[in-house]
């Protein structure tokens, strides 16, 4: 299986048609697009529409995604997630899906931090709740990876899940571009390979402790790394 990645669309009032070069050579070039968080750039109605009608005019294979932080701006992150739903994207959420042979599991991540420099739930309530979110996302993500019976598995997140994919970030920010508690499950359900987004200064690729693969296919990311090429991760699953 091929798989095209990207993450970080940001897609405004005025995106219309801004990556259908992109999403066309994904239908050429891949068997799946995976779309790592960031649809939108304020989660708003409109944008998420734009977003919709330009998968649709420009993408013939299935599509899968998650949700960013922008997506929740607005504050109705289901509204962007079933308008995606209605276009076709299979909007993973601590949920998992097959295409043939190969399991795809996500969820959208949350920050903390990683190693031993990783948030702990102690002191201001405040702070216990950051740390229960992040939490709670590592146990969609386990939740997913455990209801897949596939011997190949994907991951897709939009926050990253090792500090080696956000590096290039200033270290100031790095508890806020992912969560080391994502890599575990990663880890324990022998993942084949990662994709996130977020960290649009940090670094291409990474693996974690057992050496699976991940990739920051954030957009500026990649026009930045790759500056001859269209911002798409490309990735022969074998």
Not at 144 to 151: D, Q
Not at 167 to 182: M, T
């Amino acid at each position: 299986m091929r798989i095209a990645a990207a993450a970080d669309l940001h897609y405004n009032r005025t995106s219309k048609g801004a990556l259908k070069d992109l999403f066309s050579m994904a239908s050429q070039e891949a068997d799946v697009l995976l779309l790592c968080g960031d649809l939108t750039d304020y989660g708003l109605p409109e944008e998420t529409a734009l977003l919709a009608d330009d998968l649709h005019a420009h993408v013939r294979i299935p599509v899968l995604g998650v949700l960013g932080n922008h997506d929740f701006e607005s504050g109705h992150p289901e509204e962007v997630r079933r308008m995606m739903e209605e276009a076709g994207v299979v909007m993973l959420n601590g949920t998992s899906h097959v295409i043939g042979d190969v399991g795809f599991a996500g969820t959208d991540g949350f920050g903390g931090g990683f190693g031993d420099r990783m948030l702990s739930a102690w002191g201001e309530p405040e702070i216990k709740q950051f740390v229960q979110a992040a939490v709670e996302q590592a146990l969609k993500l386990e939740q997913a990876l455990s209801a897949l019976e596939t011997e190949r598995k994907v991951v897709v997140l939009h926050y990253a899940p090792i500090s080696d994919t956000v590096v290039g970030e200033p270290p100031e920010i790095f508890p806020f571009l992912g969560s080391g508690r994502l890599e575990a499950p990663i880890n324990q359900y022998h993942a084949s390979v990662v994709f996130h987004g977020h960290a649009h200064r940090g670094s291409p690729e990474g693996r974690t402790s057992t050496g699976i693969p991940v990739y920051n296919v954030s957009i500026p990311l990649l026009r930045h790394a790759f500056p001859d090429r269209l911002p798409l991760r490309l990735f022969d699953l074998g």
